[in-house]
């Protein structure tokens, strides 16, 4: 069975104080490795999609890298604003989504 | 532009009644459409996709179904809501590789 698992579920970070969330996935055959940025109360917002290991996307201060078994977010010099759930998703069949769980960033000024 | 709406924003409903929500795009013909929905701290889960008028999928059996009556309206209903169906309800439109969110209805059973 296709799984995603995400650590760590909280991340509390100072601002400027870089760091990396992981992003586990399991799945027969990808098609796509897939970031989302949500907000308290608002639908999810795409980011990136990685396709094959090696494979790196870049957004003002993220950074999403992809390897055969994983994916990672870095976030650089993080900023308030980048408070958010952070959540990535793998593409089991045609036309669907997997989602994991989320990371829940939370950059103190 | 492309624009996605959903209502109503809220909802409060006993257990047992009726559910509706309903989705409609604006700014895309034919697209794909997906119901997903979110338990507190738990991650989307998808419920129903569409791939056109007509067509639905359902990935999980449970009281919800899902209608598509038009090209860019996707419709969310139960018979009778259950407590478990609390939660986040998104809609979305777009492919596997780059979905677009709705605002979502936060549903409460109580």
């Not at chain 1, 760091?19 to 990136?48: A, H, I, M």
């Amino acid at each position: 069975e296709d799984q995603v698992t995400q650590s760590p579920e909280a991340l509390r970070l100072q601002e400027g104080e870089s760091s990396s969330l992981n992003c586990s996935y399991t799945v027969s055959g990808l098609r796509g490795l897939f970031w989302y940025r949500q907000d308290p109360g608002k639908g999810p917002e795409f980011l990136f999609t990685l396709y094959s290991a090696g494979e790196e996307k870049e957004k003002e201060r993220l950074k999403a890298t992809l390897t055969k078994k994983e994916s990672f977010l870095h976030i650089t010099a993080p900023k308030p604003e980048d408070s958010a759930t952070y959540l990535c998703a793998v593409q089991p069949g045609p036309n669907k989504l997997s989602f994991g769980a989320g990371t829940t960033v939370t950059v103190r000024a | 532009s492309q624009t996605i709406h959903q209502w109503p924003a809220t909802l409060v409903q006993p257990v047992g009644s009726p559910l509706s929500l309903e989705c409609t795009v604006e700014g895309t013909s034919n697209p794909n459409l997906y119901w997903y929905r979110q338990a507190a701290g738990r991650g989307l889960q998808l419920l129903f996709y569409s791939v056109g008028i007509g067509q639905i999928s359902s990935e999980v059996p449970q009281n919800l179904s899902a209608s598509r009556p038009q090209d860019r309206q996707f419709i969310l209903s139960s018979k009778k809501l259950l407590l478990s169906d609390s939660g986040f309800y998104l809609c979305a439109w777009g492919s596997a590789y780059e979905q677009y969110f709705g605002p979502g209805t936060r549903l409460t059973v109580t």
